[in-house]
């Protein structure tokens, strides 16, 4: 009895989840050739009852935090769980800036006219439905249903179980905005359950799903990457690297490495490994090491760097491919340029690498031949976002090479397809 | 002992496929900086070796020909293996036309400075390594590598196994312009083996592989998507639609549906369906039906399509999302565009569907709604294909919204970076 009663339980939760890509599908369908007018005033009509609605969404937040003392969360996931006037105010201001983002939606990227007459335009349209699974970070529930709708996608949200009183507020807050604006509210969607097994179903609906997108730990994103039928647009880890050359200025390397690991250590562009060029360890490294000890940061180096400085302790094979997300640092001395090039190869996640150096043609050979998303040249590997870049709002850092690489923000939420006119051509 | 002994096979073949993956990433790691010259002199130079070796490569085709003629192979399997004189001549042209495409690598897409002075290019780059895996068709062999190193990616090439001495004989050519070229000929592999765990084992090699391109029947590709840990660019079926509105010029309606048809049949462009609006059933679908059937195309039809002619058969309900790839072709009377559009919707392949219209505002309405990689307006569906669109030789027809959509050529097989240039900037 039990095997039938779970079996029909699976069938129903199965029969959940199909319905929901119908409706997401259906939603989208309309969403493809919404006006941009109407997309805009969903969202700002949306950051507008996400205002009206604080008192409600901090009432589920604190019914979320009530559950979630009693589990095994860390300070920081219940930092990420938290809500405050200030960071609920926050949303609907990003629900309004990507409102003012241009809609790339309909752009003609290119045109040819063929010599048979036919004319054939490269346009740009949404990519469809978008699933989006995340952990306990209730501002995702805005932010990224935001970036989807601006492209015209429809989005189904999967968010971690901690914050689900939070997101179900924030969302009824954004339906209000649909709703108001004359688009379907099946436009954004939350899975409605908090079973797990939803997470696997949701995968493999390849029929509704155009591209899942996961936010969170490597472990959630190596499991979504496994698991689904469904493209992922992914980025793993971001174990960026400062390379220190024998001709950096010493002012400039000491401002940028204290800048790219501790300006905030939790984020994917945050500094992981410094590498310096041996002939300047005593005259560049020794000040980096001072500034970075002193500001809190402990200090993991290979044995020359344990020479220059008692306060080191010995790195590990493990600490080179590692994302602390914390003020720790890994330091290595190498034998110039090529010897800094092939430890990124090894080491690093194609994320964020960044050149210290006055020499300008060893900065653009270390920017030829880093095969990361951002490759940069006398700058914070901080500067690694969206907005920084001039896009606006961006859901992630892609670390992957297919369809989008390193910030994704609306214009890489869309796809294109190829419009051709003609006045009865038929192939020779 | 059995086991032990398969063990030992397996380990060995994981050792060749890991060792393999490593000489292609070695090798696409020196690509990626190569000048446009030295790999427009590889192919020029592959050109000439396959002109040169014409006799080895027909004898190694005679002997792949001698081994298939006791399989289980159709004609047009035979067909598609077969090598002559003229097929090589093809295929070092081939190569010369892609000599003469421009190189798309190092071309800056984007140029922004930002206030605080650091200047971001998004600049192309290959995509890294490439897998391919096809049928048995010799000519793949070079076109395929042509285009992956036109890009400056490393290719790993496993054809089906009926023409393993033909593509090993082509693989030798291309080897000799890569190494006349100074270019490393690990730039374009072939699976060593033909074990069929062989293609497992590369589909999971994500560490070295950056894309996998399935050519070939649906069952291959599907496979390869099912199985794949790397990223996919694939197309599935190319069940492509005409739709002749009430609009319709006849004249363009019947030269276009015969050429989409029956120009060449086993082509993914090729049209598998005919829609017509109900009203000029009579006026329009009776001459078009006279002209397929005397061609000597069978019709396969709804009630209403069975009614205006009686040599008509009866379509099933797996008639409408069969892609026949021969001289078959289903016929349905709908109501209007809506109903087009939603029947192309439930049994389409988002390849290529085209409107037969002299309506403006229908026509627009047709390229807006339908969700496929080429919507056309008064043409032939066979003009899907890269050549057409100007693009140069392709590697197929993507149905993906994600990466590439549509004709894949040099350009889809690029990816980009960020080059971002400071003075010293850190984030604020």
Chains 1, 2 share one sequence.
């Not at 009530?66 to 930092?79: K, L």
């Not at 960026?240 to 690991?261: E, G, P």
């Not at 031949?369 to 850092?397: C, K, L, P, W, Y």
Request: with cysteine.
């Amino acid at each position: 009895m039990a095997v039938s009663l779970a079996s029909t339980a699976d069938q129903s939760l199965a029969a959940q989840m199909d319905a929901l890509g119908r409706r997401a599908r259906d939603a989208a369908d309309q969403l493809a050739n919404a006006p941009t007018a109407a997309k805009n005033r969903a969202l700002l009509l949306a950051a507008a009852a996400i205002r009206a609605d604080t008192a409600k969404i901090l009432a589920a937040n604190r019914r979320d935090l009530e559950t979630a003392t009693g589990r095994d969360m860390t300070a920081a996931m219940i930092d990420r769980l938290t809500l405050d006037g200030a960071r609920i105010e926050a949303m609907a201001v990003g629900l309004e800036e990507v409102a003012a983002l241009p809609d790339p939606v309909g752009i003609v990227e290119q045109v040819v006219t063929r010599p048979n007459g036919l004319r054939i335009e490269k346009v740009r349209v949404p990519l469809g439905v978008i699933g989006i699974i995340y952990e306990s970070r209730p501002n995702v529930t805005a932010d990224a249903a935001a970036l989807c709708l601006k492209a015209g996608n429809a989005a189904i949200l999967r968010g971690g179980s901690e914050s689900a009183q939070s997101s179900a507020a924030i969302l009824a807050a954004l339906a209000t905005g649909l709703e108001a604006a004359g688009l379907p509210t099946d436009a954004i969607q939350r899975v409605p359950t908090q079973d797990r097994a939803a997470v696997g179903i949701l995968l493999t609906l390849d029929k509704y799903i155009d591209v899942i997108i996961p936010r969170g730990g490597k472990s959630l994103i190596q499991r979504v990457a496994s698991e689904s039928r469904i493209p992922v647009l992914k980025h793993l880890d971001g174990i960026c690297h400062v390379y220190v050359d024998k001709a950096a200025d010493i002012a400039k390397a000491r401002a940028i490495i204290l800048n790219a690991k501790l300006r905030r250590t939790g984020v994917c562009g945050a500094a992981e490994t410094l590498l310096v060029d041996r002939p300047v360890g005593a005259s560049h490294l020794v000040p980096m090491l001072n500034d970075l000890i002193a500001a809190g940061c402990e200090i993991r180096g290979d044995g020359a760097t344990q020479a220059l400085d008692t306060r080191v302790r010995p790195a590990t094979a493990e600490d080179w491919s590692t994302e602390y997300l914390a003020p720790i640092l890994s330091v290595r001395l190498v034998d110039g340029i090529d010897e800094a090039i092939a430890h990124i190869a090894t080491y690093g996640s194609q994320h964020t690498e960044s050149i210290v150096t006055e020499d300008a043609e060893t900065a653009e050979r270390f920017l030829a031949r880093v095969d990361s998303a951002i490759v940069m040249h006398n700058a914070s590997t901080q500067f690694a976002d969206g907005g920084e870049f001039g896009m606006g709002a961006e859901i992630g850092i892609s670390t992957g090479k297919l369809h989008a690489r390193g910030p994704v923000g609306v214009a890489e939420l869309t796809s294109y397809k190829y419009r051709v006119r003609g006045t009865g051509q038929i192939r020779p």
